[in-house]
Nanobody, 125 residues
Framework: QVQLVESGGGSVQAGGSLRLSCVAS????????MGWFRQAPGKEREAVAG???????AYAVSVKGRFTIAKDNAKNALYLQMNSLKPEDTAMYYC???????????????????WGQGTQVTVSS
């Protein structure tokens, strides 16, 4: 059974940084697409960043240059380093995984199949 558990969310002022972590179990971490998604109140869930089995990455336009996705296959872990945070980054952030062949294309990151419970990020102005 695939399980994803996020941590690292919190409250920060605009311009600050946070690092989200996700620990995965129940599948071969290195062979899955991994990604971070977020959902703000009243808005649809959106993709933030993805990383494929070769370590290639993709980012939403809104976070490119500020956020960095990384993974550690030995630890079955996924990370999201978020710098220069803005109030519009406030959302519930979800770790996700999928065994699909195409993890993303350009900045298009599809919805993945497996999800964590989410961790809240709040950025104040």
């Amino acid at each position: 059974q695939v399980q994803l558990v996020e941590s690292g969310g919190g409250s920060v002022q605009a311009g600050g940084s946070l690092r989200l972590s996700c620990v995965a179990s129940g599948y071969t971490h290195s062979s899955y697409c991994m990604g971070w998604f977020r959902q703000a109140p009243g808005k649809e869930r959106e993709a933030v960043a993805g990383i494929d089995t070769d370590g290639n990455t993709a980012y939403a336009v809104s976070v490119k240059g500020r956020f960095t996705i990384a993974k550690d296959n030995a630890k079955n872990a996924l990370y999201l380093q978020m710098n220069s945070l803005k109030p519009e980054d406030t959302a519930m952030y979800y770790c996700a995984a999928d065994d699909r062949l195409i993890c993303f294309s350009g900045s298009w990151i599809p919805e993945y199949h497996y999800w964590g419970q989410g961790t809240q990020v709040t950025v104040s102005s």
